[in-house]
């Protein structure tokens, strides 16, 4: 089975960073984009950023001007730095991993656990 191991959670005070690792394992499917999502108490999960193998990317506009994601292709692994944390950055961040399968259905999702980041001082 695909497993997305998440790591970089934690508490930090506003206008600090944080950087976010998500590492993806398992055979049988090629990996398309990597991305992050997060969820706030009461609010729906949203998009923050992915990026394609190619390297293009796409932010979520309340993040754009500060986080960066990026990815190492060669280890499955996408990472997100985060700048300027702000309290509304407040949730839990999501790994996201879309596949490419040789086999119906030709591509899937894959989620991770969740890692909580907390901004608040």
């Known amino acids: 089975q695909v497993q997305l191991v998440e790591s970089g959670g934690g508490l930090v005070q506003p206008g600090e960073s944080l950087r976010l690792s998500c590492a993806a394992s398992?055979?049988?499917?090629?990996?398309?984009?990597m991305g992050w999502y997060r969820q706030a108490p009461g609010k729906e999960r949203e998009l923050v950023a992915t990026i394609t193998r190619g390297g293009s990317t796409n932010y979520a506009d309340s993040v754009k001007d500060r986080f960066t994601i990026s990815r190492d292709n060669a280890k499955n692994t996408v990472y997100l730095q985060m700048n300027s944390l702000k309290p509304e950055d407040t949730a839990v961040y999501y790994c996201?991993?879309?596949?490419?399968?040789?086999?119906?259905?030709?591509?899937?999702?894959?989620w991770g656990k969740g890692t909580l980041v907390t901004v608040s001082s």
């Open positions: 996201n991993v879309v596949g490419l399968l040789t086999t119906y259905p030709y591509n899937m999702d894959y």
């Open positions: 398992g055979g049988g499917f090629s990996i398309h984009v």
